[in-house]
């Protein structure tokens, strides 16, 4: 019941969304996320670890499809944060377009019910069909709300998703075969693929992954089509989808191909955080506060994608605790950009100079997000960091000491964005307002989160740990 509830709540409100074009929609859509936010909260209160099987029921059997649903406690936490961001980005309200708030709403929501499909598959082949349905809705929020060179920028996004589609379903048609038809997860586990063949079928499941969180050098598509998407779009890409790319790794990467991930461990862990410094690096040099916020989600990315590869129970605990903090960072800084550009018609950092002046409760809103970011103790992010550098610290201390360096550069260029936006040279003859009550209803529990988190990491932790260190002894891994 849970699980049928969860995909269908968004999905039936969506329908009615985009073929009644009711006048409401934003407020319709924002009871919809809120009825699944209760249904996922009831589902974490009743959780009693384990995987929990919600519905099993055969599809298709020549093809291996089987609708299987249910979660363990890596995907329960997908499910929670899923549930949690979508109310945010649809009441939010910055950079809501007025032409069809309708359909564009209910894209919205289509998205969020097949990113539940994803986190709560346990069939490869259902995995599969979400995974790419999530794909349609967000290629039309981006084609239709869009900001300068949207259809080539969009195209360019299509085609790498395709491509990774297109890899992970060749991976996944051939593991099909091996196990003569059945896709389920556990099935796909126990085959005993020989060693040679992992060391390709890796990366023929990994490449989509490895696209869509994404790490050096398949990012590409990713800074220009966050600065160009709509607001919205732009959160639920960082906040959600490239949390799907982690979540595949631990489904479908670590427990069939652990030869393989032993294989190539260290040098996704390279590609990974040479991605990381090379995006903290260009955020640097950004003087848009939108396209920072991109290149530091890649220096983000990079650092979770190498703390998953640390492959053991720190690294792989605290990727997905990281992924937790990282998506409330995400909603925190876009929020704020979307506030301020709405105060100054732009979001060009040295356009908006001085802010702090005329807006010094939005400057102390700011600043306390920016805290989770640098990720000082007692912030979720400093756990989570801190947790993936232990991980990788047992699989080699020099890239460990390379990977600490992401800390100081993100510093620097967070401080320097304040710096920018909110001590710059004064706006003269400008009057903006200050943070008002929308600001606080949407930031201030962001922020009490991340220090809630920070100082209590045991519900999160308490999810992952078990799964994670059960995954890791059947491949006798610690």
């Known amino acids: 019941m849970i699980a049928a509830l969860l995909l269908l709540i968004p999905f039936l409100t969506a329908l009615l969304l985009v073929t009644m074009r009711p006048a409401q929609a934003r407020p319709i859509a924002l ?26 029921h055969d599809w298709v059997n020549a093809w291996g499809l089987r609708f299987v649903v249910g979660y363990d406690g890596v995907g329960l936490l997908m499910v929670i944060l899923t549930a949690l961001v979508f109310p945010f980005i649809i009441g939010a309200g910055y950079g809501q377009p007025e032409d069809r708030p309708a359909l564009f709403n209910g894209l919205l929501l289509f998205t969020q019910s097949f990113l539940y499909l994803v986190f709560l598959a346990q069939n490869a082949l259902l995995f599969y069909i979400g995974y790419e349905l999530t794909l349609i809705p967000v290629f039309f929020l981006l084609l239709f709300w869009g900001g300068a060179d949207r259809r080539a920028i969009t195209v360019r996004f299509f085609i790498y998703t395709l491509v990774g589609g297109l890899s992970l379903l060749f991976g996944i048609v051939y593991l099909l075969i091996q196990s003569g038809g059945n896709g389920d997860f556990t099935a796909l586990a126990n085959l005993d693929i020989p060693a040679s063949t992992q060391l390709w079928l890796f990366w023929a499941l990994f490449l989509a992954f490895a696209i869509k969180l994404p790490i050096f050098p398949f990012h590409s598509w990713q800074p220009e089509t966050y600065y160009m998407a709509p607001l919205q779009g732009t959160m639920v890409l960082g906040a959600v989808m490239l949390k799907m790319g982690l979540y595949g790794v631990y489904k479908l990467v670590f427990p069939i191909v652990p030869a393989g991930v032993e294989h190539w461990q260290t040098t996704v862990i390279v590609l990974a955080l040479i991605g990381a410094v090379y995006g903290g690096v260009i955020a640097f040099r950004q003087s848009d506060f939108k396209r920072l916020v991109a290149f530091s989600s890649l220096s983000h990315v990079g650092v979770l994608c190498a703390g998953l590869f640390a492959w053991n129970t720190y690294g792989i605990s605290g990727s997905f605790y990281q992924a937790f903090a990282h998506a409330i960072l995400v909603l925190g800084m876009l929020y704020l950009v979307g506030a301020m550009q709405e105060r100054t018609g732009t979001t060009d950092m040295g356009a908006m100079g001085g802010l702090k002046g ?71 003859n400008v009057t903006l307002q200050d943070a008002g009550m929308r600001d606080h209803l949407y930031l201030v529990p962001l922020i009490a989160v991340t220090l809630i988190l920070g100082v209590y990491p045991g519900p999160i932790l308490e999810l992952v740990d078990a799964p994670v260190q059960q995954l890791l002894s059947s491949l006798s891994v610690h």
């Not at 809120?34 to 099993?56: K, M, Q």
């Open 31 to 56: 009871v919809a996320s809120l009825a699944s936010l209760a249904v996922v909260l009831f589902a974490w209160i009743s959780y009693t670890g384990g995987t929990v099987i919600h519905y099993d």
């Open 358 to 428: 005329h807006a010094p409760r939005l400057a102390a809103l700011f600043l306390l997000v920016l805290v989770n970011a640098v990720a000082l103790p007692l912030t979720q992010s400093f756990v989570g960091e801190w947790l993936m550098f232990a991980g990788l610290w047992q699989v080699n201390g020099w890239l460990t000491l390379f990977a600490l360096t992401t800390i100081v550069i993100g510093a620097i260029y967070m401080l320097y964005a304040y710096q920018r936006v909110m001590l710059g040279p004064d706006r003269a």
